[in-house]
């Protein structure tokens, strides 16, 4: 199973998850000429896909939804809370497909099971998708990390996470107080910290992937990100996990992910690097 982080960030999201045999596209919240290209530079072919699951009904998911859908005749999978959210804004010329935590369902030989999660809006979900003896969790814009969102991250073999943003820089930054009081809350996101303590509990766990997500541009630095994951992962006695950065400029992967008995994390196109200017 392979993963490509296409764009990710508070101004546009989209992750492509495919096999030899299916492709799915996860949130399109950039234009759909944007996922087609990004998808092509992966080395991936946009003619392979076969769904489009959606997370929430936030822009920066959705923007481009019924443009992608209708361009390439794909149903759309959402709870029927996030349906019912998007219906005016995606438009027609598509099929609906409502879906729901803890009800797993196949679209080729890709097994996806949704799980809820805490974030502001209608009835939003994280997603885990099984091919190929792998797993891979995709857990982004969480207010808190609940105990769906903990278990299907324990036996992940690869983690997407929201690390959105560093909690000094938010504190000190120029937000009005509501907006940052709505981010730190419960139902807003992940700060580093917060995200680097879910990641000191993978002792055990099989993950040997994380992918910090939805890094804010305004409250958060790269650099910052990755130490408090790696250090996190450090203290776990889990130095071997590969930890990568999404962007929200430039595609991550394709990143081979393999099960527990031949683990493997490559990547082919470039990732955010990390500087000491970062």
């Excluded at 490509?4 to 101004?11: C, D, E, R």
């Excluded at 759309?76 to 497909?97: E, K, S």
Aim: charged fraction near 20%; include cysteine.
């Amino acid at each position: 199973m392979r993963l490509t982080v296409l764009a990710s960030g508070s101004s546009g999201n989209a992750f492509l998850v495919s096999t030899s045999t299916t492709s799915i596209l996860v949130d399109a919240g950039i234009s759909a000429k944007r996922v087609a290209c990004a998808i092509t530079d992966a080395g991936e072919d946009a003619s392979d896909l076969a769904a489009v699951f959606v997370t929430h009904e936030h822009s920066d998911h959705i923007s481009g939804v019924g443009p992608v859908a209708r361009r390439f005749n794909l149903p759309v999978h959402a709870t029927r809370g996030t349906l019912r959210a998007i219906n005016r804004r995606a438009g027609d010329g598509f099929t609906r497909v409502p879906i729901a935590p803890g009800e797993p369902l196949s679209v080729g030989d890709i097994t996806v099971s949704p799980f809820s999660t805490s974030h502001d809006c209608a009835d939003p979900v994280g997603y885990a998708f099984e091919a190929d003896a792998a797993r891979l969790v995709l857990a982004t814009d969480l207010g808190v990390v609940g105990s769906a969102v903990r278990d299907q991250m324990a036996r992940a073999d690869c983690v997407v996470l929201e690390f959105n943003h560093d909690e000094r820089m938010l504190v000190d930054g120029p937000y009005p107080w509501p907006l940052k009081q709505r981010i730190m809350s419960n139902v807003g996101h992940l700060s580093n910290e917060t995200a680097a303590r879910e990641l000191a509990r993978a002792a055990d766990h099989p993950v040997s992937t994380v992918v910090l997500a939805h890094l804010s541009e305004e409250n958060n630095k790269p650099r910052l990100a990755y130490e408090a994951a790696a250090a996190a992962l450090e203290a776990a006695g889990r130095p071997d996990v590969a930890v990568l950065l999404a962007s929200q400029k430039e595609p991550l992967g394709p990143i081979e992910i393999t099960g527990r008995s031949d683990r493997k994390c490559t990547r082919s196109r470039s990732s955010e690097r990390v500087t000491s200017d970062s």
